[in-house]
């Protein structure tokens, strides 16, 4: 059985990502309060699996995922794209007319912005959690509240679904990274399977630096997926540079990567595996 850490609760979107990553599988979660605490996990215990989102097509990028990734010294063996689909619930005795609070995670507001426009007497009130705001309302028994969680964490908690889908763009993914303990990396996916890599690096602070790495890349028919850079702190316009590139061939891959280190004040290898 496998133990995966997660941010939140049973029936949270990377509760359901877990699941459906190891679809067929017997996993245990172990629900964390924070980002921090899933990597402790980890480091505590070499066997857990850690699930964490990294992007939304919405919300963009967890910048902060990103800086704890890099300094935890896990690897990336996995990926995973979520479809997400927001539904407002309350007790079973509560209908949409006399619900004078919702709550939810502020990005999942966000997203029903159009929905909750129609209702201006409720008030939108941030919580830290989807499910975790459904589990609130189920076990205080507040009436007048509603939580925008997956339909799934409604049910789960004995909370009734007003309206699915309430999302206001109904193409809403997540993606999510699957994480573990490098030790552990090569029993969980076959190196020579993989076709995806997330790298970070930071490069001298000189002109078209960037643009030769990219031109290397490239060069061995490596596609770059995704670029984020965040500053170096203490060093003023410096930048580490968070980039995914896909490849079909490892030799070429290897090659490029060995190319472009010299040319790099820094380079780590966050992870090798299956794009999805």
């Known amino acids: 059985m496998k133990r995966i850490a997660i941010q939140g609760v049973i029936g949270s979107f990377h509760d359901i990502a877990a699941h459906q990553y190891y679809e067929g599988e017997q996993i245990q979660l172990i629900c964390c309060n924070t980002f921090e605490d899933v990597f402790k996990c980890i480091k505590e215990d070499p066997t857990t699996i850690g699930m964490l989102a990294i992007e939304n097509t919405i919300a963009g990028s967890l910048l902060h995922n990103y800086e704890l990734l890099r300094d935890s010294g896990t690897t990336i063996v996995g990926e995973h794209k979520l479809h997400i689909q927001h539904s407002i619930c309350c007790l079973p005795d509560d209908d949409i007319d006399n619900i004078d609070e919702v709550h939810s995670h502020p990005v999942a507001l966000m997203q029903c912005r159009q929905y909750l426009s129609k209702y201006p007497n409720i008030k939108a009130v941030e919580d830290e959690d989807t ?91 490596i596609n770059l997926t995704k670029i984020q850079s965040l500053p170096v702190i203490g060093h003023e316009w410096e930048y580490m540079f968070y980039v995914d590139v896909t ?17 790099t004040k820094e380079l780590t290898i966050l992870g090798e595996y299956k794009g999805k």
């Not at 303990?181 to 960037?210: I, Q, W």
């Not at 079909?248 to 090659?255: E, G, I, K, P, V």
Request: some cysteine; proline content about 4%; hydrophobic content about 35%.
């Open 131 to 221: 499910a975790g705001s459904a589990e609130k309302i189920s076990r205080l028994k507040k009436k007048g509240w509603a939580a925008i969680c997956h339909s799934d964490a409604a049910r789960f908690y004995g909370l009734k679904v007003l309206e699915d889908h309430i999302e206001d763009n109904k193409h809403n993914y997540t993606r999510f990274l699957v994480v573990c303990n490098p030790m552990k990396a090569d029993f969980l996916r076959p190196l020579n399977e993989t076709d995806k890599s997330s790298l970070v690096f930071s490069l001298p602070h000189e002109e078209g630096s960037l643009s030769k790495i990219l031109t290397i890349l490239s060069f061995y028919g």
């Open 247 to 263: 490849y079909n061939d490892l030799t070429r891959y290897r090659q490029s990567i060995d190319a472009i280190i010299p040319l």
